[in-house]
C-alpha cells in the first residue's frame, strides 16, 4: 500500500463514517485509469465506550493515511438521518476522519449518499449490493469488496474523482 | 490554571460542544466547596474549513487538558435536535472532545441538556440568562461568565459533580 511515484496520479480515500466500523476505499487516477489500491473497515466493538472507540477509529486511519498518502479525502455526509441518535455518530465519525486529514494538510470533500449512488450506479436509490457491484466493474476487481462498508467507501472515492473530472471538462470546455 | 495539588479534590472539565464555538468551564471540587478554576470558549471562524476548524478546537482543548489536567470530562448530549445539519455538528464538536479526553485518558460522561438545567436551575426549560445566574450563584462568582457557551460548560461540569455525589449518596445511603 506504501505509495511509489506515478506521474500524474491522483490518490483519493473515500470514508464511509461509522463509530462501529469505518470503511475505506484507496483509488488512484493514472491517466483515464482507475485503480483500486486497498479497501478496508476499521472496526471497533459496541462494549468500547465511545471516546474510546473514537480513539481506535483515529489511530487505525492515521496509520492508513500515513503508509498510503492520499492527495485528497472524501467523505460520505448525509442531508437526512434515521434520527438524532443515529447523525450524532456519523458527525461524530466524519469528525474522526476529517481531524486525521487535517493534521496531515489532505484536502477533505463531502459527498450525499444519494449523489454517490446516482454517480456510480445511475441511480440514487441504489441498495448495498448494487454498489458493490457498480464498484466492482469500474475497477475491474475479479469479485466486489466483500464488506459493504468498504465497497461504499470505494463509490465515494470514484464518486470524488468523477466529479472532478466533470468539473474539469465543464471549466475547459474540453 | 496550571493544577497544584489539593488532596481530596475533584476536576471536572465541562464542554458545551459546538464547532464555531466550544464552551469549556473546570471546577474544582474540595470537600463540600464548588470552585470555579477557568472558563472560556474556543473560538474558530465560519468561513474556515470543517476540517481545518475540528483540527484547531482539537489543538485548543489539548491545551486546556494539558495545562488544567482534568480527573474528568463532562460533555453535553442533546436527544433531540433542530436538523440533521445541527446533530452532525455537534457530533463531530462532541468527537473532537472525546477524542483529546480519550487520547490523555480521562474519563468522558454525557448529560442531556435538560437534565444539565435540571440539576442546576431545577428546571429542564430554563434559558441561557438562568444559567448564567445559577451558575454564578453556586459557585459564588462576583458576576456570571459573560460568554454564555461557557456558562453552559460550567453547568455542565456542574451537574456531573452533583450527579456524582447523589450517587455515592444512593450507594452508600448516607
Redesign the interface.
Known sequence: MARSYQPGAMRVLGIDPGTLAMGYGLVDEIGDRLCMIDCGVLQVSGHT????R??LL?KGLMEVLRSSQPDEMAVE?????RN?RS??????????A??A???LHIP?YTYPPARVKHVVANYGGSDKQQIQHMVSMQLGLASPPPETDAADALAIALCHLREKHLAKVIATGD
Open positions: 465506550p465511545i471516546p474510546e473514537l480513539h483515529y455526509e448525509p442531508f437526512v438521518s438524532v447523525a450524532l455518530a456519523i458527525g461524530r465519525a466524519q469528525a474522526i476529517m481531524l486529514a487535517a493534521s477533505v
